[in-house]
């Protein structure tokens, strides 16, 4: 897809921050430094469009990035980060489910693994809610530069055996050091759009 202008929109703290209009979004969610941003600046060619906090888990708010003025890619605050107290957290799970519950204009989410790691109870989590809530997901296993050909072609298969994934289920291998899977990616972006 040719990107023609990408702009942070609104930074939502509260449900009536979403923004009006209906265009199609697409979330991106998944545990704190799984590279969410990163993964966004590298699909849209930007370096620092969507800005990654110092902090992990500190990050409170849905970003809401207008793409070529036709729809919105979505970030969602990391979940599973440890060293952020249970209140906090807590205080973050209306708004999500909110967004992720009751948004019409939401077409679909990115949920985001690192491939390096077995998927955490919060993954798995993550990905029987998107089934059970009937929400098109695409997952997508970060950070795929990081292992060899055959660690990531096993890191695969079992990713999609523990969170739970039926072969027609879209599991992608995402690099944004050497963009390998961006192609693929935008792919399934412009499927969960139509």
Known sequence: ?????????I????????PGGG?????FLGRSNVGKSTLINGLLGRKNLARTSGTPGKTRALFFYLINQ??????LPGYGYARVSKDLRQ????????YLDQRGS??????LVDCRHPPAEDDLLMSRWLRFNRLSAVTV???????????????????????????ADPLIAYSARTG???????GAVAGLLV
């Open 180 to 186: 390998a899977g961006r192609e693929a990616l935008w």
């Open 70 to 75: 036709k729809f919105y890619f979505v970030d």
């Open 1 to 9: 897809m040719r990107i023609l202008s990408a702009e942070l929109k």
């Open 11 to 18: 930074s939502a703290y509260h449900a009536k921050d979403f």
């Open 91 to 98: 205080s973050w799970v209306p708004l999500i489910e909110k």
């Open 106 to 111: 939401l077409r679909g989410c990115i949920h």
């Open 141 to 167: 296993a970060t950070k795929a530069d990081k292992l060899s050909r055959g660690a990531l072609i096993k890191s695969l298969a079992q990713l999609r055996e523990r969170l739970e994934l039926s072969e």
């Open 23 to 27: 265009l199609p979004e697409v979330a």
